[in-house]
Every structure is written in structure tokens, then in C-alpha cells.
């Protein structure tokens, strides 16, 4: 699934998304997205599609979309490439 990049730029367009409740959603999309507690439930993800019909999702705010490009900012995440790789 790309890493969760996919729903990160989603976040950051100011996107709803729904993502599988595990670490690496969570993690990436830093709390913003609406997650699917049971993944491998159809019944469970065509509540969300239900829900996003109705436009119950969350959608990011504009501090929301602003914490996202500064989280994942290329010149931030090459600096840590970069401390990582020299230290």
C-alpha cells in the first residue's frame, strides 16, 4: 500500500481516508485518518464507504493538512536520512 504515502498525500490535499487500524497507517497518517478496526471484515469497510457516502468521515482541517506537510517536509525527511546515514 505504498508505504501509507498514498494516504498521507491524501491527508495532506485535505482528503478524507480510511485505513486499516494497524502501526503503519497510524503511524504515517499521524492520527488523521478514519481506521478500520477489522480489515479483513467486507461488512466493516462498506460501513466506512456508508459513512463517507453520508460525509461522516473525518476530514482534516487546515492545521491538520498544515501538520502533515511540515511532518513529512522532503527537506525534513532528508535531514534525517542524512543524520541516520552519518551518525
Known sequence: EGF???AV???GLGVPV???AIE???ESSLGQANY???PKDHH???EWMFSAERGQLHVPTPIDIDNMHRHYDATRIGQLY???CLN
Do not use: K, T
Open 36 to 38: 478500520c478496526d477489522q
Open 4 to 6: 501509507g504515502m498514498p
Open 9 to 11: 498525500e491524501a491527508l
Open 44 to 46: 466493516a469497510w462498506r
Open 82 to 84: 542524512a543524520d541516520i
Open 24 to 26: 503503519p497507517f497510524l
Open 18 to 20: 480510511v485505513a486499516s
